[in-house]
């Protein structure tokens, strides 16, 4: 055989021409390698070589051109000759020992091949349509390998890692023989180097028994390391019985022996961390002869010493058995050179138990995230749901069997059992409704079917481990048939979980809400090729069952959705049959002859409804529609409008004030004021109709109650919206009931005009919250003192509108005494209450003018309300408006007979008694009188011309003014 010479040791040696050998002298020598490169390669052998290099390493070549070049010639030659295949070590073709190269290519071999973030998501998701039509993002889903390549390009190129096919390494190792004729600091370097770069496990541990049998002349050597924590922990052997003619392959179907912590000649030494030397196995107490006797095999002396990491913690007990060649036991010299080799070692099991772990974690992370794409993409079904979660709970975990047990939900409410750690309770006081569970591989029933997974679906399923979980105890329960836990003295059995199956191991565990109540149980059974399940399953256990209940929760959420939906169609139907104008009282109406507005004195300020009965205000609000000309405008259907006036009066509640009358008189003042006070002149025809509807919508099923009511109580309305919470339902409310058939008023407004009718009547019935007043007053009171405010600027009008519809709103307070004092008391009725209420259910003393007790200071309560809220705002108006002056004149004369009252110190039962009259309260104060506020009719002549005058301006450009 061809040979050349190597110096080794300080000595010349002639070694064999071997591949292993011209290796080890390549990578020794890497400056003959470029030498040859350089002076013999070609141009094209070189990017040839290249070319292989990079596929080799599941890289791509750095141009299109040298890809289509190496393309071109492997065409060419594949025609000629059969290419043999190159060899593909890395440390032939490292980067360090190539140097011709362009600085694209340097800083391609360098920099590992990194994507940026966005490019990054892109490769990992695509973007698919879900059965609804909705954009998801589904992960793509790759093969460990591919993802190892991710991993390679991120490491140096000579690492071995798990899964990669390596050489066999005792294909390219020396002999016994060849590594005795080297000296203990060579042959040292050499073995550590030999393990130094290998970060499999398996192939590790291999390599290291090897060299400790060839440190110590050893005839078989065992790994054994240490897992789980605290009194947890026991030792797996990873490999058992190595001797220099074992076969790597052979060593991954290995099965783990293994031995508890602390016991045995083994568990001794992890325990103590001390190493130990028996002369004859046979003499120590501790050695275990039931292996001899299974193996045949005889053991004599045994070497055994631990393997720490660099923090001194135990992570492994290395252990020889047999000096070979019948030396005798193992000698002082045997445990120094075992014990320096096992530094190294130590090191070297620690970075791959490291990566082990990272791989673990990124698999463990790229299942979790294909599990929340499953729950997120799916929420119809729970059937659905929970086959495509059982299915990816049997490959995270590598068991033939999974389950999910769901309790039973009376009205089918998520909510299940707070979970209280107690004495075991009896296990008949809860039960479950249905268990969802997927079987496979030999754990299927019917096998001859050639189905992968069996999926059954079982009603009331008994399960009495899956109830003791629920009921008891918030912790994993990890366990083997017949082992005894807390609760289960002779541990469980597949009769007791209700199975017919056989039972190896289980993995349990509760499926909790985030406020910790009990949805059901997640059991996983028959881990594959082990025992029972380890504590890294235990981990992702918890990730597992936690986003279990997650997909459950929403689906059991989305279902609730539905059946609410469901619901409120039902209540809408009911509300459109029982609310809705009947054709009888459509029918009563149409045969009425609707009276004029002055018959009806709806264009008087001073109104008052107490005349009307509840048809002849139908018939008034119809009258509204007909003299603003709103029904010819917008083709409104009168039998339409009939029907959709009894149906606000019907959706009005009969509360003490804020009901169908109080609405109606709204809508009247703000009739009024648009006719009487010509502010039709000023608006647009769809502000008209909005203003008019608003009015008489503004209040619709008005509870009687405020706000702070809502808002202290917790109430629906408060949940639903975020501020103004009675004013948004009212113009909900409005819009719901407008949409029932026949009711329609505004089908015949096109898609703009019907959205800024929308938009506007919207503004009106939200402007009716105090609060939305007290915002603007400051600035309407700013833009009415100018000389000559722009009310063709659209914020303007929309101020305007807004502190109208207040004025509207709190017009009572401008009635004639008798309508005021009636209306004062239905008023304080209504707020007194509201204070009951918060007494009475929330225990707390109520606002002031919501006290009962603080009943007889009405007359205070009322001029406070003039003062603070309704003087500037009558002020205010009138200043835009002086057509307005009788609304700010009632309102004086109101406050001075409220004055009055509280100077006499009039009690509130004296003032519902009916017998106060404006004789007997009204006194003369200078400076307050009513006639010193009365103007002449010449006066009121001039200021209606200047009213005029200023409307001109403002109505060229009206129809174009819409809300913002």
Not at 250 to 266: F, L, N, T
Not at 870 to 896: D, H, I, Q, T
Request: with cysteine.
């Amino acid at each position: 055989m061809p040979s050349f010479m190597k110096k080794l040791g300080g000595c010349v040696v002639r070694m064999p021409l071997t591949e292993p050998n011209v290796e080890r002298y390549l990578e020794e020598h890497p400056g003959f390698l470029q030498k040859y490169v350089v002076t013999h390669l070609s141009e094209t052998d070189v990017k040839e070589l290249y070319e292989h290099w990079y596929q080799a390493h599941g890289r791509k070549s750095s141009t299109e051109k040298e890809r289509k070049r190496s393309r071109t010639e492997d065409e060419r030659r594949t025609s000629n000759t059969k290419v043999e295949p190159m060899d593909t070590k890395p440390s032939v073709l490292d980067s360090k020992h190539f140097t011709r190269k362009t600085s694209k290519e340097e800083a391609m071999d360098v920099m590992p091949s990194i994507e940026t973030k966005q490019k990054l998501a892109q490769r990992m998701y695509r973007k698919t349509i879900s059965r609804e039509g909705a954009p998801i993002l589904k992960p793509y889903r790759r093969s460990f390998s591919d993802d190892l390549i991710n991993i390679r390009s991120l490491l140096p190129t000579n690492l071995q890692l798990p899964g990669e096919p390596g050489d066999e390494p005792s294909a390219r190792r020396r002999s016994r023989e060849e590594w005795r004729q080297l000296n203990e600091p060579d042959l040292m370097m050499e073995l550590v180097r030999d393990i130094a770069q290998d970060l499999d496990l398996v192939s590790l541990c291999f390599k290291i028994l090897l060299n400790v049998g060839i440190l110590t002349n050893g005839d078989r050597c065992s790994l054994f390391l240490i897992f789980g924590s605290g009194d947890q922990r026991f030792l797996v052997s990873k490999l058992f019985d190595v001797t220099e003619d074992s076969k790597l392959k052979d060593m991954y179907a290995h099965k783990p022996i293994r031995i508890p912590y602390g016991k045995g000649i083994v568990g001794y030494v992890a325990e103590t961390g001390k190493t130990v030397n028996i002369a004859d196995a046979y003499q120590d107490e501790r050695f275990n002869q039931a292996i001899d006797i299974q193996t045949g095999y005889r053991t004599k002396s045994i070497l055994c010493m631990p393997v720490k990491n660099h923090q001194g913690e135990v992570v492994g007990v290395a252990q020889v058995i047999n000096k070979k060649d019948e030396e005798g036991p193992f000698t002082a010299t045997d445990e120094k050179i075992f014990e320096k080799y096992l530094v190294f070692c130590g090191i070297g099991i620690t970075n791959a138990l490291l990566f082990q772990s990272s791989v673990i974690m990124y698999k463990r992370s790229d299942s979790l995230v294909l599990l929340a794409h499953y729950i997120f993409e799916e929420q119809r079904d729970m059937k659905t749901l929970l086959r495509r979660v059982l299915k990816k709970g049997l490959e995270m975990f590598s068991s033939s069997g999974c389950r999910i047990l769901l309790l039973d939900m009376p009205d089918n409410s998520p909510e299940g059992h707070i979970i209280e750690p107690t004495i075991f309770p009896p296990i008949n006081q809860d039960k479950f409704a249905v268990c969802y569970e997927v079987w496979t591989g030999d754990d299927i029933r019917n096998k001859d079917s050639g189905d992968e997974y069996e999926f059954n679906k079982i009603i009331n399923p008994q399960d009495t481990l899956a109830l003791y979980i629920a009921q008891s105890t918030n912790k994993t329960i990890n366990t083997v048939p017949n082992e005894p836990f807390e609760g289960f003295s002779n541990g469980i059995t597949a009769e007791l979980m209700g199975m017919d199956r056989e039972i190896k191991n289980i993995l349990a565990m509760p499926i909790m809400t985030e406020n910790r109540k009990v949805l059901g149980v997640v059991e996983i059974v028959n881990k594959k090729g082990e025992e029972r399940f380890d504590r890294n399953d235990e981990s992702l256990f918890e990730a597992f069952t936690l986003f279990c209940g997650l997909g459950i929760y929403n689906v059991i959420n989305f279902e609730r959705l539905l059946k609410a939906n469901n619901a409120q169609k039902v209540v809408l139907e009911i509300l459109s049959y029982h609310a809705s104008a009947s054709q009888d009282e459509v029918a009563k109406i149409e045969r009425v002859e609707i009276p004029t507005a002055k018959q009806l004195k709806i264009l008087n300020y001073e109104f008052a409804d107490m005349t009307l009965s509840n048809d002849e205000t139908i018939l008034a609000t119809l009258r509204m529609f007909i003299d603003l000309d709103l029904i010819n405008k917008f083709q409104i259907d009168n039998k339409n409008l009939i029907r959709w006036s009894i149906t606000v009066r019907k959706n009005y509640r009969d509360v003490m004030y804020h009901n169908w009358r109080h609405g109606f008189n709204v809508a009247q003042m703000m009739f009024a004021m648009l006719t009487s006070g010509e502010m039709n002149k000023m608006f647009s025809d769809i502000e008209v109709f909005a203003l008019l509807v608003g009015s008489l919508c503004h209040d619709i099923d008005h509870r009687g109650t405020t706000n702070q009511f809502q808002s202290l109580s917790n109430s629906p309305l408060a949940n639903l919206y975020s501020t103004s919470f009675m004013e948004y339902h009212h113009f909900n409310h409005f819009l719901t009931i407008s949409q029932v058939e026949g009711n329609n008023i505004f089908k015949t407004l096109d898609k703009e005009d019907y959205c800024k009718f929308i938009e506007l009547t919207k503004a009106t019935i939200l402007a009716t919250d105090l609060a939305v007043y007290f915002r603007h007053k400051t600035q309407f009171q700013k833009l009415v003192d100018e000389e000559s405010p722009d009310w063709v600027e659209t914020s303007n009008r929309n101020l305007l509108r807004s502190m109208m519809i207040t004025g509207c709103d709190l017009s009572a307070i401008t009635k004639p005494w008798e309508v005021q004092r009636l209306v004062a008391e239905k008023i304080a009725s209504e707020f007194f209450n509201q204070g009951d209420l918060e007494r009475d259910i929330f225990g707390q003393a109520p606002a002031y003018m919501m006290d009962r007790s603080k009943r007889d200071e009405l007359p205070k309560m009322q001029v406070n309300f003039i003062d603070g809220i309704c003087m500037a705002l009558y002020e205010s108006l009138e200043k835009v408006n002086p057509l307005f002056r009788p609304l700010l004149e009632g309102c004086l004369a109101n406050r001075r007979n409220w004055s009055n009252l509280y100077e006499r110190r009039t009690s509130y039962a004296e003032i519902s008694s009916a017998n106060i009259s404006l004789s007997s309260i009204n006194t003369t104060r200078v400076g307050d009188t009513f006639d010193s506020l009365k103007i002449s009719d010449e006066s009121q002549q001039q200021l209606q011309t200047q009213q005029q005058q200023r409307l001109k301006t403002t109505t060229s450009d009206n129809s174009e003014q819409t809300e913002p």
